[in-house]
């Protein structure tokens, strides 16, 4: 495991890493900002780390975007037009409804599948990053965190709906009901469709963004380990939110409780140093809010729903069009789910702290 420090005699720089926030580390900073006055800028430190052979973070961050976004594009110009040759296909055989559905979920595994490759291939090219430090460790603690994980979305989403029919503020309209065409075809689609989610939404904003922000971060000025966890994670989260601004029926509210549940989501990556209860997390939480109970989705009507809901409450309070995660009822679910992450990494792992992994990679051909 390397920290991302530069090397003896280089200015700090942007998004730049020093040593370790520990009890000593603050004192070293110090002499090696001492040590380094008065010694002339070496403009290539700015954006090349030599000591670890890779580009400064705020770089790879920014090659990593544009890196996803060509790859979207190529997307759209050579694939995305063949998906409706394929559907014209499709509904000789299927039928009009079912062709629909198995169109939109190939076209989401194809998607999701095209994110997580390229997040993989920048983490390998440009961070030189190992598997494993995206927080994909996949040993036992790594199962048994993802089926917390797991259990806690599907929790939590169980402990809203009933909340809300309890207080009349969602009413059952029916069961086992499809936007279009059966319920099955639909089911499963929406299960493709969260399970995919689940995994690149946290591998890109906790696995990359948040990491390499902290990494960057780390020791930069008076800033220390805690300080440059606790900035990744709020700014991580914000971009979160903002990604979700444009979704349907979004307001400034479920813009903020997006980005507060991105903080939650984040929660169990940043005290352990995997993706496991965030993926786990991510995955029910939709699931069980959209194919399940039939709530919007971050203002998606969802393809199929377990249960048929019609929503009678407060706006305010329930989230209205956009589901929950717009009122405060979600609110207080992500708070609920964030003290049970603590509790559990509590009781799993014997203290509560920032896991180091977060900050210090685990680099590749370190030569």
Same mark, same amino acid.
């Given at each position: 495991?390397?920290?991302?420090?530069?090397?003896?005699?280089?200015?700090?720089?942007?998004?730049?890493?020093?040593?370790?926030?520990?009890?000593?580390?603050?004192?070293?900073?110090?002499?090696r900002r001492s040590r380094n006055a008065?010694?002339?800028?070496?403009? =290539?430190?700015?954006?090349?780390?030599?000591?670890?052979?890779?580009?400064?973070?705020?770089?790879?961050?920014? /090659?990593?975007? *544009?890196?996803?976004?060509?790859?979207?594009?190529? @997307?759209?110009?050579?694939?995305?037009?063949?998906?409706?040759?394929? #559907?014209?296909? !499709?509904?000789? @055989?299927?039928?009009?409804?079912?062709?629909?559905?198995?169109?939109?979920?190939?076209?989401? &595994? &194809?998607?999701?599948?095209?994110?997580?490759?390229?997040?993989?291939?920048?983490?390998?090219?440009?961070?030189?990053?190992?598997?494993?430090?995206?927080?994909?460790?996949?040993?036992?603690?790594?199962?048994?965190?993802?089926? @917390?994980?797991? /259990?806690?979305? %599907? /929790?939590?989403?169980?402990?809203?709906?009933?909340?809300?029919?309890?207080?009349?503020?969602?009413?059952?309209?029916?069961?086992?009901? %499809?936007?279009?065409?059966?319920?099955?075809?639909?089911?499963?689609? &929406?299960? =493709?469709?969260?399970?995919?989610?689940?995994?690149?939404? $946290?591998?890109?904003? #906790?696995?990359? !963004? !948040?990491?390499?922000? &902290?990494?960057?971060?780390?020791?930069?000025?008076?800033?220390?380990?805690?300080?440059?966890?606790?900035? +990744?994670?709020?700014?991580?989260?914000?971009?979160?939110?903002?990604?979700?601004?444009n979704n349907p029926n979004a307001t400034?509210?479920?813009?903020?409780?997006?980005?507060?549940?991105?903080?939650?989501?984040?929660?169990?990556?940043?005290?352990?140093?995997?993706?496991?209860?965030?993926?786990?997390?991510?995955?029910?939480?939709?699931?069980?809010?959209? %194919?399940?109970?039939?709530?919007?989705?971050?203002?998606? =009507?969802?393809?199929?729903?377990?249960?048929?809901? $019609?929503?009678?409450?407060?706006?305010?309070?329930?989230?209205?069009?956009?589901?929950? $995660? +717009?009122?405060?009822?979600? +609110?207080?679910?992500?708070?609920?789910?964030?003290?049970?992450?603590?509790?559990?990494v509590r009781w799993r792992y014997g203290?509560? #702290?920032?896991?180091?992994?977060?900050? *210090?990679?685990?680099?590749?051909?370190?030569?």
């Amino acid at each position: 495991m390397i920290s991302e420090r530069e090397p003896e005699g280089e200015p700090s720089a942007a998004f730049a890493a020093a040593e370790p926030d520990d009890e000593s580390g603050g004192h070293r900073s110090q002499v090696r900002r001492s040590r380094n006055a008065g010694m002339p800028l070496d403009p =290539a430190s700015l954006v090349w780390n030599r000591d670890e052979r890779r580009l400064r973070a705020l770089w790879r961050i920014l /090659a990593a975007i *544009v890196l996803l976004a060509a790859s979207f594009v190529g @997307f759209g110009l050579l694939v995305a037009p063949s998906l409706g040759a394929v #559907r014209v296909a !499709l509904v000789g @055989f299927l039928g009009t409804a079912v062709a629909d559905v198995a169109i939109v979920t190939v076209a989401q &595994a &194809a998607v999701g599948t095209l994110f997580v490759l390229v997040v993989l291939l920048a983490g390998l090219l440009l961070d030189r990053r190992r598997l494993s430090d995206f927080g994909f460790r996949f040993d036992r603690d790594w199962w048994v965190d993802f089926g @917390f994980g797991l /259990a806690l979305g %599907a /929790a939590l989403m169980t402990l809203v709906f009933a909340a809300e029919l309890a207080l009349g503020w969602v009413r059952v309209t029916g069961t086992l009901r %499809a936007a279009s065409g059966a319920f099955l075809p639909g089911f499963v689609s &929406a299960l =493709a469709l969260f399970l995919f989610v689940g995994v690149y939404e $946290e591998l890109f904003a #906790r696995g990359y !963004l !948040l990491t390499n922000v &902290a990494e960057g971060l780390d020791g930069f000025g008076p800033i220390g380990r805690r300080g440059a966890v606790a900035v +990744a994670l709020l700014l991580s989260s914000a971009v979160f939110g903002v990604l979700h601004a444009n979704n349907p029926n979004a307001t400034a509210l479920s813009t903020f409780n997006i980005s507060l549940a991105g903080v939650f989501l984040a929660l169990g990556y940043v005290l352990t140093g995997e993706l496991s209860i965030p993926i786990g997390l991510h995955i029910t939480w939709n699931f069980f809010q959209g %194919a399940v109970y039939g709530f919007p989705v971050s203002g998606l =009507a969802p393809f199929a729903t377990v249960v048929a809901v $019609e929503q009678r409450g407060p706006d305010l309070v329930t989230g209205g069009e956009f589901g929950p $995660e +717009a009122g405060f009822i979600g +609110a207080a679910a992500i708070a609920l789910g964030s003290l049970a992450i603590v509790g559990w990494v509590r009781w799993r792992y014997g203290a509560v #702290r920032i896991d180091p992994e977060v900050t *210090v990679p685990d680099l590749r051909r370190r030569g």
